[in-house]
């Protein structure tokens, strides 16, 4: 999913949330977690073009273009976001990590429903162990055509 789409949805979760909790705490953390989980990409992207000299629209077509070799993704994963909810049901009851939670399964469903034509095994993708196996390599992940 782009940018402005994770941005509208974050919005609108967060809205819903900010209604039914009465905190703009939350609204907060559920927010910003729905939009910050893609700094992933940018950490991808400074590993792998080692580009001293950033520039935001180059980042941007890079990573929506898919021109990065290999796609770690660290918490675009179902082992991360399943491994921080075990964490909420066992040991932390807070309000606003259940805010950062909300926002960053949000984001990770999201991106599986809209980004899943173009990669080779449309739900494994966003499996760590599954891109691991793969090497994290680019050809291995995306379809010819991507």
């Known amino acids: 999913m782009r940018p402005t789409g994770h941005l509208i949805a974050s919005l609108t979760i967060s809205s819903i949330s900010f209604k039914l909790t009465h905190s703009g705490q939350f609204f907060l953390v559920s927010f910003l977690a729905g939009i910050l989980i893609d700094i992933d990409h940018f950490i991808d992207y400074l590993f792998y073009c080692k580009n001293i000299n950033f ?3 180059n980042f941007y077509l890079t990573i ?3 021109k990065l070799r290999k796609y770690f993704l660290i918490w675009h994963s179902f082992e991360f976001i ?3 909810w075990v964490i909420k049901l066992l040991w932390i009851n807070s309000l606003l990590y259940t805010a950062f939670l ?3 399964t949000q984001h990770l ?3 599986i429903i809209y980004n899943s034509p173009k990669f080779s095994n449309k739900v494994l993708f966003y499996s760590f162990i599954y891109r691991f196996n793969k090497s994290f390599e680019k050809n291995n992940l995306f379809l010819n055509n991507a």
Request: hydrophobic share 60%; proline share 0%.
């Open 55 to 57: 520039n935001l629209r």
């Open 64 to 66: 929506i273009n898919l």
């Open 82 to 84: 399943v491994f921080l």
């Open 102 to 104: 909300l926002g960053i």
């Open 109 to 111: 469903t999201l991106d």
